[in-house]
């Protein structure tokens, strides 16, 4: 049997960047809270959030995709050593290629972070009447504030990518955001009522 610890440190061993503790602890409590069952995630990488959120309740369903295989593989074998391959359906593709019926209370966006006006664009439909899509590392290790410091220049594109995001969320027409400086920067998105 895995623990959640062994798959932590796997991701720190290979350079996977899963949720900070602080993070996951507010999505969890997030999920617990506001009653959410039906979950979609874009970025599975190792699974590692996947079993997290689904760990919360046992009548959770989360659907989780990842476009690297071995990241894949190894998110396959973690979800099956926690029990949870019957509560987890992970597919393997690029999530701006695929197609996901359904309706989501939550649509968890951590994957590349220049397209995440795209994720946001395209998977809004999947989301239920009264449901959230809350969006990882808005503050980009702290960087998003601090442009200035950048030297690398794929760095700056790829940090100001993530503030046209933040622009994107705070002048949208039909959500309103709240930004979280928890973890590595959280938004969370509703529908304007
Ligand atoms: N949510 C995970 C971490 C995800 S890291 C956790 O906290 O445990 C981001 C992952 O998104 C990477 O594994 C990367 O391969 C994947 N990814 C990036 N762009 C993607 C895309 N367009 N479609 C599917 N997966 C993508
Ligand atoms: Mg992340």
């Known amino acids: ?84 391959n019957d509560r987890i359906e992970i597919i393997l593709a690029d999530a701006l290629e ?13 994957a590349a972070k220049a397209q995440y006006i795209k994720f946001f664009e395209k998977y809004k439909s999947n989301l239920a009447k009264d449901g959230v899509i809350i969006s990882d590392n808005l503050s980009f290790h702290g960087m998003v504030d601090n442009m200035d410091s950048i030297t690398n220049r794929n760095t700056r594109q790829l940090v100001g990518k993530i503030v046209k995001y933040i622009d994107f969320l705070k002048n ?10 928890i973890g590595d920067g959280i938004g969370i998105s509703r529908r304007k009522s």
């Open 172 to 181: 949208n027409l039909e959500f309103d955001t709240e930004f979280i400086s």
């Open 1 to 84: 049997m895995v623990c959640l610890r062994v798959i932590e440190e796997y991701a720190h061993e290979n350079n996977i960047p899963i949720m900070l503790s602080d993070g996951i602890d507010f999505l969890t409590d997030f999920i617990k809270k506001n009653d959410i069952k039906r979950i979609l995630e874009v970025g599975s990488a190792i699974g590692y959030s996947a079993i997290c959120m689904a760990q919360v309740s046992l009548d959770i369903q989360v659907v989780t995709i990842e476009r690297d295989t071995l990241r894949y593989n190894e998110a396959v074998k973690n979800i099956n050593d926690f029990g949870l």
């Open 98 to 110: 695929c197609d996901i019926s359904g309706d989501f209370d939550l649509i968890f966006i951590d």
